[in-house]
């Protein structure tokens, strides 16, 4: 189950007004959400500009460069 999907279902479950452990588990899954699509979601951009660009630093550097 996705992120997204989880997210769902811990509002739906809080609409059936839990109590102590419930309600916390529900506010963890938001909660958690919330991080993710927040600061580790917005990493895939950088990530996908670095793998499609068409600069081979990498791919060019040469072992005895870094020694």
């Not at 916390?24 to 919330?34: A, D, P």
């Amino acid at each position: 189950m996705g992120w997204m999907e989880q997210g769902i279902a811990a509002v739906k479950g809080l609409a059936n007004s839990p109590n102590g452990a419930d309600a916390s588990f529900y506010m963890g899954k938001i909660q958690t959400l919330r991080y993710f699509y927040e600061y580790e979601l917005p990493k895939t951009l950088a990530l996908e500009a670095r793998l499609n660009s068409t600069v081979r630093v990498t791919m060019e550097t040469k072992p005895e460069f870094l020694h």
